[in-house]
């Protein structure tokens, strides 16, 4: 997860405290799971501001279904259908819902 | 006059040594000492391992793309059996030839080799020794020489099989675009990309003398501290491959620059500038070992030990090869947006639409070709794959498939991806000597090259770029 992504978000969190903030994630597969963990558990990496902080914060992504539920129809053609198509959703909620048990 | 496409080269270079010389390994060993440096050399492939590297064999043209589908994986453990360095379209040479290459490429008295070290018994090459008609490629330098400079912190060492053999060194005290490794960057990408076009007048039996117009589309920013990225590398390489009476420029657009290179090679065939002209892209030395880290954490080969080249040759001669067919070429308008879906129209769908043609009319689509192999242990997804998806997606939305139809889509007008991650290079055209091969064969009518450029790693905007164009019988 970039750095500048990690440095707002703690920013948030500081601000607005982390029991207040959930994340939504609007990005390709490959960095979901880094992503979630970044914000659950700190940055694997040790690179970034989030390097050994624990926010916890709940992580989901913007295609899994109890989200995109929520989506106006209208919207969800427009923005989010076609990565519906692209991306590979059981990977992604699979992944998420692992790291969420570790909240 | 109609463009056409005579003939496709793709060379791969094997430069094991100068893998600590890309940009990540290189600050790898700045931070980790000779601890990386040691990882590095305990990963690195044979030259025997990186012919006989599966999708190194399809880049060369001894298999089809296809053909990687179904092959056993990991493909860095199951090699090609008698694997061949010289394909019908390309060839892979080994680190001992390129390295005169290099020298030869130098007109400065930069790159200094110990022949006693590096003994040039014969290029394995015919395109290689082409480039060095005389036989040797400069005069041979003592080892202490050569260690003065290095000791003195003005050349940096060049390595073979574990021994010393020469150096390059800066060409300025205080100017960081002639600093020794960015003079090695430049050097390589000439050297590699005259050689790229070296093979392609052997391969086809063109004159030298023949070529009227060459346009580099390599990435290296080649100029001093006034003019860094000032270029023209197509006329040095131009010259290095004998090119007499072609002239020549540069087109730079990030990773979409080979694409937009053939389209203005074909434009000015069209208009009736030049009757021919070479499109040539060098291979990139920075990106050597961009994700060695990775693949080394994983127990890997460092597979990104290779530079890649790419040379095409276009005429007028509607016998001689499929036409570059300008009136379905896409371009990516400033005002348009850079999301996947955004691209995909621009580049295939608008220009396939104002020929009448629908995204199905074409038989397969060349889209950036990265080798997973290489992305994949890096976290960084199947760039084909992904790209085949968001077409087969588009596709769906226009109505052209049914959703359950994507994997058939994507089997039929795809492929793997099967270039080094040489950043320009793996833009669709190494796809283009197959094509050749296919239409000739009669197998094949249509291809579309897609390529995506992303600008905003320059910081100069925060778009990112493609260009698009068919070739076909």
């Given at each position: 997860?970039?750095?500048?992504?990690?440095?707002?978000?703690?920013?948030?969190?500081?601000?607005?405290?982390?029991?207040?903030?959930?994340?939504?994630?609007?990005?390709?597969?490959?960095?979901?799971?880094?992503?979630?963990?970044?914000?659950?558990?700190?940055?694997?990496?040790?690179?970034?501001?989030?390097?050994?902080?624990?926010?916890?914060?709940?992580?989901?992504?913007?295609?899994?279904?109890?989200?995109?539920?929520?989506?106006?129809?209208?919207?969800?053609?427009?923005?989010?259908?076609?990565?519906?198509?692209?991306?590979?959703?059981?990977?992604?909620?699979?992944?998420?819902?692992?790291?969420?048990?570790?909240? | 006059?109609?463009?056409?496409?005579?003939?496709?080269?793709?060379?791969?270079?094997?430069?094991?040594?100068?893998?600590?010389?890309?940009?990540?390994?290189?600050?790898?060993?700045?931070?980790?000492?000779?601890?990386?440096?040691?990882?590095?050399?305990?990963?690195?492939?044979?030259?025997?391992?990186?012919?006989?590297?599966?999708?190194?064999?399809?880049?060369?043209?001894?298999?089809?793309?296809?053909?990687?589908?179904?092959?056993?994986?990991?493909?860095?453990?199951?090699?090609?059996?008698?694997?061949?360095?010289?394909?019908?379209?390309?060839?892979?040479?080994?680190?001992?030839?390129?390295?005169?290459?290099?020298?030869?490429?130098?007109?400065?008295?930069?790159?200094?080799?110990?022949?006693?070290?590096?003994?040039?018994?014969?290029?394995?090459?015919?395109?290689?020794?082409?480039?060095?008609?005389?036989?040797?490629?400069?005069?041979?330098?003592?080892?202490?020489?050569?260690?003065?400079?290095?000791e003195s912190g003005e050349s940096i060492p060049l390595e073979h099989a574990g021994a010393l053999v020469g150096?390059?060194?800066?060409?300025?005290?205080?100017?960081?675009?002639?600093?020794?490794?960015?003079?090695?960057?430049?050097?390589?990408?000439?050297?590699?990309?005259?050689?790229?076009?070296?093979?392609?007048?052997?391969?086809?039996?063109?004159?030298?003398?023949?070529?009227?117009?060459?346009?580099?589309?390599?990435?290296?920013?080649?100029?001093?501290?006034?003019?860094?990225?000032?270029?023209?590398?197509?006329?040095?390489?131009?010259?290095?491959?004998?090119?007499?009476?072609?002239?020549?420029?540069?087109?730079?657009?990030?990773?979409?620059?080979?694409?937009?290179?053939?389209?203005?090679?074909?434009?000015?065939?069209?208009?009736?500038?030049?009757?021919?002209?070479?499109?040539?892209?060098?291979?990139?030395?920075?990106?050597?070992?961009?994700?060695?880290?990775?693949?080394?954490?994983?127990?890997?080969?460092?597979?990104?030990?290779?530079?890649?080249?790419?040379?095409?040759?276009?005429?007028?001669?509607?016998?001689?090869?499929?036409?570059?067919?300008?009136?379905?070429?896409?371009?990516?308008?400033?005002?348009?947006?850079?999301?996947?879906?955004?691209?995909?129209?621009?580049?295939?769908?608008?220009?396939?639409?104002?020929?009448?043609?629908?995204?199905?009319?074409?038989?397969?689509?060349?889209?950036?070709?990265?080798?997973?192999?290489?992305?994949?242990?890096?976290?960084?997804?199947?760039?084909?794959?992904?790209?085949?998806?968001?077409?087969?997606?588009?596709?769906?939305?226009?109505?052209?498939?049914?959703?359950?139809?994507?994997?058939?889509?994507?089997?039929?007008?795809?492929?793997?991806?099967?270039?080094?991650?040489?950043?320009?290079?793996?833009?669709?055209?190494?796809?283009?000597?197959?094509?050749?091969?296919?239409?000739?064969?009669?197998?094949?009518?249509?291809?579309?090259?897609?390529?995506?450029?992303?600008?905003?790693?320059?910081?100069?905007?925060?778009?990112?770029?493609?260009?698009?164009?068919?070739?076909?019988?």
């Open positions: 997860m970039d750095l500048e992504n990690q440095a707002a978000i703690k920013k948030l969190a500081d601000e607005v405290g982390a029991e207040n903030l959930m994340v939504v994630l609007g990005m390709p597969s490959e960095g979901v799971q880094i992503a979630a963990e970044t914000l659950t558990t700190g940055d694997p990496s040790w690179a970034g501001p989030l390097a050994g902080v624990s926010l916890r914060l709940p992580v989901f992504h913007i295609l899994e279904e109890r989200v995109r539920a929520e989506v106006p129809a209208d919207v969800y053609r427009e923005k989010l259908e076609l990565m519906e198509m692209v991306l590979d959703l059981d990977q992604i909620e699979k992944g998420l819902a692992e790291i969420r048990t570790k909240r | 006059m109609t463009p056409v496409l005579r003939a496709a080269s793709n060379i791969l270079v094997h430069a094991p040594d100068l893998v600590r010389y890309g940009s990540k390994c290189f600050r790898e060993i700045a931070s980790q000492g000779e601890s990386f440096s040691r990882k590095l050399s305990g990963r690195i492939r044979s030259y025997e391992n990186a012919v006989a590297y599966p999708p190194n064999q399809v880049f060369i043209g001894n298999l089809p793309p296809e053909s990687l589908t179904g092959m056993p994986s990991p493909w860095h453990g199951h090699p090609i059996p008698d694997a061949s360095s010289k394909g019908p379209f390309g060839e892979i040479l080994p680190q001992e030839s390129f390295y005169p290459l290099l020298q030869r490429a130098d007109q400065f008295g930069l790159v200094m080799l110990d022949s006693d070290k590096l003994p040039l018994s014969g290029f394995a090459s015919n395109a290689a020794s082409a480039l060095v008609p005389e036989g040797a490629p400069g005069p041979s330098h003592k080892t202490a020489d050569i260690l003065r400079g290095i150096c390059v060194r800066r060409d300025h005290d205080a100017d960081e675009s002639l600093d020794a490794r960015v003079l090695l960057e430049n050097l390589a990408a000439k050297a590699s990309g005259a050689y790229a076009l070296s093979r392609l007048l052997v391969q086809e039996k063109i004159e030298s003398g023949q070529v009227e117009y060459i346009i580099s589309c390599s990435e290296e920013a080649v100029g001093d501290r006034y003019n860094r990225g000032g270029g023209n590398l197509a006329k040095a390489i131009g010259e290095m491959a004998g090119c007499q009476n072609a002239a020549g420029v540069d087109v730079k657009a990030f990773c979409a620059a080979p694409v937009y290179a053939l389209i203005h090679a074909a434009a000015l065939i069209r208009a009736g500038v030049v009757r021919n002209a070479v499109v040539v892209g060098g291979g990139s030395m920075a990106k050597l070992g961009m994700k060695a880290h990775q693949h080394i954490a994983k127990e890997l080969p460092v597979l990104e030990d290779i530079l890649g080249g790419v040379a095409f040759f276009l005429n007028s001669d509607e016998d001689e090869g499929p036409r570059v067919n300008l009136d379905i070429a896409g371009r990516h308008e400033v005002g348009r947006p850079s999301s996947p879906q955004g691209m995909v129209e621009a580049l295939v769908c608008d220009p396939l639409e104002r020929a009448g043609r629908k995204i199905c009319d074409i038989d397969k689509y060349a889209v950036e070709l990265h080798n997973p192999e290489v992305m994949l242990p890096a976290g960084a997804g199947d760039v084909a794959m992904t790209n085949y998806r968001t077409l087969a997606a588009v596709a769906v939305m226009r109505g052209e498939i049914d959703r359950g139809d994507i994997p058939d889509f994507i089997e039929s007008h795809g492929m793997p991806g099967f270039a080094p991650t040489q950043g320009h290079i793996p833009a669709g055209v190494p796809y283009l000597g197959h094509a050749l091969a296919g239409m000739r064969a009669g197998t094949l009518n249509s291809t579309m090259l897609v390529a995506k450029g992303s600008l905003f790693l320059g910081r100069m905007t925060q778009q990112a770029d493609g260009a698009s164009v068919v070739v076909e019988v």
